[in-house]
């Protein structure tokens, strides 16, 4: 009998097979492929160690995984299953195994949150949270003005190349999740800060050498996505703002306030690049928060 190591080894093939399918079917992001692999290994861990494997686990082998994994939370016991489901939905119709043993187990039902947002006011102190006499302080003011007014995502910022930037006609070349093209308008206050930065700041950071990223680090290297978010942490203090901050959002801040000032739903959605007017329609419930707590505070009989 195979020792640990080498059985859960063995399965770990039938999981990159899949995710290699999966990445070629749907375009998807090396962030939502490892979030599946690292699911799909711990699941596989549990069935070595219950002397079952991938292709002979049956569905009380995943309802006892489920149970015995200690998720208290309704949306990650969802999320596993939604791995888990993709998963032998691809054995099955390559005929690796007879049945899905997925089929008649019911996923947790769970409400929908409402994503958190920002205030227009909290948004002006965050932009001017930055010390724009450092070069490192205007590149990170920049950023922020242009995820603002773009509501990228901070994948899409962070991968910004020189070529994507028009500034003559205000607008960036997004490549999105599943390598979808989409522009983006900038808007005025966005062109300002690009052109300043392009011009005056950006050129240090190379040296002279040739190089074609927009926002590069403070070595001259691409910026990963932690260390944006963890400036926006940073700055959120300095600004005074009281509530956990991240890249995102700003990109749900964005959408927000488009709405709150009278955008169309399908203009939100192609500027957000969802593929499905139900991942936009999230943000028209932010806005209906946001107007009866308006509506709360000034109306006499609110």
């Known amino acids: 009998m195979p020792d640990y190591n080498d059985a859960v080894e063995e399965q770990v093939k039938e999981i990159e097979r899949f995710l290699d399918a999966l990445w070629m079917e749907r375009g998807l992001s090396q962030n939502t492929l490892s979030a599946y ?5 711990t699941y596989t861990k549990w069935l070595v160690k219950n002397n079952s494997t991938l292709l002979g686990a049956s569905s009380v082998d995943l309802n006892k995984y489920l149970s015995e994994q200690g998720i208290k939370s309704a949306r990650s016991t969802a999320r596993r299953l939604s791995t888990l489901r993709r998963f032998y939905q ?6 690796f195994i007879k ?3 997925t089929i008649n187990i019911d996923s947790p039902k769970i409400g929908r949150p409402l994503p958190k947002s920002m205030t227009e006011e909290e948004v002006e102190k965050l932009l001017h949270a930055p010390d724009i006499s450092l070069a490192s302080g205007f590149r990170d003011r920049t950023m922020l003005e242009v995820l603002y007014a773009t509501g990228l995502r901070v ?11 028009n500034l003559r006609q205000g607008v960036i070349r997004v490549i999105g999740k599943g390598n979808k093209e989409r522009l983006v308008p900038l ?3 966005a062109v300002d800060w690009l052109n300043r930065y392009i011009k005056e700041i950006r050129p240090g950071y190379f040296k002279g050498k040739p190089d074609s990223s927009l926002f590069p680090s403070n070595r001259g290297t691409a910026m990963t996505r932690q260390t944006f978010w963890y400036a926006i942490k940073r700055y959120a203090i300095v600004a005074g703002i009281n509530k956990s901050l991240s890249p995102h959002v700003l990109r749900h801040a964005f959408a927000t306030h ?10 939100v959605q192609m500027l ?31």
Do not use: F
């Open 187 to 189: 808007g005025e206050e």
């Open 272 to 302: 957000l690049g969802h593929s499905d007017i139900s991942t936009t329609q999230i943000y028209t419930h932010i806005a209906k928060e946001r107007l009866k707590e308006l509506h709360s505070q000034h109306h006499p009989r609110g």
């Open 37 to 41: 692999r690292n699911d799909l290994l």
């Open 258 to 267: 488009l709405l709150n000032h009278g955008a169309d739903l399908r203009v």
């Open 155 to 165: 994948s899409e910022l962070v991968g910004l190349s020189l070529d994507q930037v």
């Open 99 to 101: 049945s899905n043993p």
């Open 90 to 95: 691809y054995l099955s119709r390559e005929k």
